[in-house]
């Protein structure tokens, strides 16, 4: 999976879903896949998408409140795995990735 930054905007995104481009999960309507309502951390804290998107590329793209920036990205960073959308991925090596990247610095 990808962990991006659009201004103060997280955004996680993955390949594996198939279908027509379109929303999968709306946290302001609260329809969609169930599955997709929450980002859950090995250690149970979750955080609501405000978004999940199946984009034309293939990819799912689940974008977050920039409220919540700051603890999901530390989360990434600290944590072993994360759930969403009935996927869990392996967080090992993240922190240091994370480093990495400029935008991420002042997050972790």
Partial sequence: ??????????????????????????????????????????????????????????????RFSPLDTPAIVNDIAMRGSLTLCGYEFSLKGSQAALATEAAFRPYL
């Fill in 1 to 62: 999976f990808k962990v991006q930054l659009e201004g103060k905007v997280l955004m996680l995104s993955w390949l594996g879903e198939r279908g027509e481009p379109g929303i999968i999960w709306s946290l302001a309507s609260a329809q969609g896949d169930t599955s997709c309502q929450n980002l859950t951390f090995n250690n149970g804290v979750s955080y609501r998408p405000i978004e999940v998107q199946l984009l034309a590329d293939s990819s799912t793209q689940a």
